[in-house]
């Protein structure tokens, strides 16, 4: 006798499950010197937050995601029927729709966030006190900034796209995959996302550093509207005299 598993089940599980999986690989990597954009010492001594209270704050947020998950499957059902009449057509708009969405979403939410002092000092600021970002703090956030930024975010792509519960486990694991890719503090030879990606740690690495805490603010895939709105940081890798790679502007900018 078979146990069978909703598809509402695996979209609630699979991308925190994914996240912790995809950080550890992380971690075992990080000890690739050579290959980090801010040295081991760097981390230690630049970072405001244990790594514990990292971990604790991940897990709160991603049980608050996890309950909008249940509740909003409730609500929507399950689309079997949609299910059924699979189209790589509809799928490929549904992902592309929902990728817009959420870094649309994201994007105006997190500038908003740098520009009013009051959100930044209380709520934005909870998340930068990872000065030298690592794949596990990706998702360290204000539980008010995880709830309207990440939650309320991939709410909307979820129903604006129109994807069904089994579309949305793909999508929302490989946007997990995604955003700690964006925050692992590696710059790995054949790292796909790097490849396809202008979005990527390095870019993302930018914007942790005080010269680049008003630029660079797309999030997690496409920089559309950085370029389009001139909060975009263009930068270079460098080698560090220490070893290992940092990202450096490749002009001057002064915040505002």
Avoid at 5 to 16: M, Q, W
Avoid at 50 to 72: P, R, T, Y
Avoid at 224 to 240: H, N, S
Wanted: aromatic letters at 14%.
């Amino acid at each position: 006798m078979g146990f069978a598993v909703s598809d509402e089940l695996l979209g609630t599980v699979a991308p925190i499950v994914v996240y912790w999986l995809y950080s550890g690989i992380y971690v075992a990597l990080s000890s690739l010197e050579s290959y980090r954009l801010h040295s081991k010492a760097e981390e230690e001594e630049k970072n405001l937050v244990s790594k514990s209270s990292v971990v604790k704050g991940v897990l709160l947020q991603q049980l608050v995601q996890a309950v909008v998950a249940i509740i909003l499957f409730t609500i929507t059902g399950s689309d079997a029927e949609v299910d059924k009449k699979f189209s790589l057509l509809v799928l490929v708009r549904q992902f592309v729709t929902a990728m817009i969405v959420l870094d649309t979403w994201q994007y105006f939410i997190h500038r908003y966030m740098h520009h009013n002092k009051f959100l930044y000092k209380h709520i934005h600021s909870q998340h930068h006190r990872l000065i030298v970002p690592y794949a596990y703090g990706a998702l360290y956030n204000h539980p008010v900034e995880g709830l309207l930024l990440d939650t309320v975010g991939g709410a909307l792509s979820f129903l604006i796209s129109g994807m069904s519960p089994r579309t949305s486990i793909f999508f929302f694991s490989f946007a997990t995959i995604k955003t700690v890719d964006d925050h692992c503090g590696l710059w790995l030879p054949g790292n796909l996302f790097h490849m396809v990606f202008k979005n990527n740690s390095a870019y993302h690495d930018v914007h942790h550093q005080l010269y680049g805490s008003k630029f660079n603010f797309s999030q997690p895939f496409f920089v559309v509207w950085d370029r389009i709105l001139g909060t975009y940081m263009p930068y270079t890798l460098e080698k560090r005299a220490d070893g290992g790679l940092e990202a450096r502007p490749t002009k001057e900018f002064k915040d505002d």
